[in-house]
C-alpha cells in the first residue's frame, strides 16, 4: 500500500473513533485454500448493545476502485462484519458505483460524509474473525499506537501522558514539538481558569481594583498637600 493510502486510512479511523484496527486479518491466515481477507480498516463500537463491526476498504483511485469491483474481492469482507464501506477520495467514484450490499464513505476538504449508508449483514459476527481482532489488539502496530495517542490527546489535551510520564504528543510529533504542544495546552487551561474565575468573582475583583485605585488617589493627594505646607 502506498503512502497516501495509510495515510487516508489513518485520517477515516481517526474520524470514526471507536475500536480501530488498521490492516488486519479478518480471521486466521489461511481457511482451506483461500488467504483470509485484509481490511484496510475495522471499527468495532465500543457497546454491548449497539455492537456493530465495520469493515472499510479504501480507494484513492479510480482505477483502483474499478478493479476491485471486478475481481470482487470486496465480497470476502461481506461475512466478517455487520457492515462494509468503499471510503474513497473524492471523485473517485458515485454512489451509484457501489453494489447494494456496501455503504460509501467520501473524503472532501471538510471531511469525511455518509453518501450512502450501508446495510446490516449478518446480525452476529463469527467467532474467527472476532478472535483475529483480539490477537491483532494485542500486537498494536505502530500506525494504530499512534492513532490510540492522537484519540487520547484529544480527550485529554496535548499533556495527555502515558503510564511512565511520556507525553504521548512527543511520539506523535516528536519530542521538541510535543513538549512546545503540552506547554500550548498547560497555558491554554490556566487561561481558562483565569477567565473561570474572572467570570465567577468579578464584581468583587472591580471593588478590589477601584478601593486600591481610590486608596493611590488619596495618596497622592496627601502627599502634594504635604508639599504645599
Known sequence: MSKEHDDVAEDLALAKGGIPFLNVCLGPKWIGSGKTPRADLVVC??????????????????SD???DLRSEKWRTYLPHCNRLYF?????????????EEAGLLI?????????????????????DTLKSLIFARQRRSAREKRIDDIMEMRRLGYHATDFQGGLKAARVHGKEVGRLLSLIGKGRNALQDMTSYIERHHQEIFEDIWKTRMANIEKKRASELCKEA
Open 45 to 62: 463500537s465500543a457497546s454491548y448493545k449497539g455492537f456493530v463491526l465495520s469493515a472499510f476498504e479504501v480507494k484513492i483511485s479510480r
Open 65 to 67: 476502485f474499478l478493479r
Open 87 to 99: 471510503a474513497v477520495l473524492d471523485e473517485v467514484c458515485r454512489k451509484e458505483d457501489i453494489p
Open 107 to 127: 473524503r472532501n476538504r471538510k471531511g469525511w460524509y455518509t453518501a450512502k449508508k450501508a446495510p446490516s449483514l449478518q446480525s452476529t459476527v463469527p467467532y
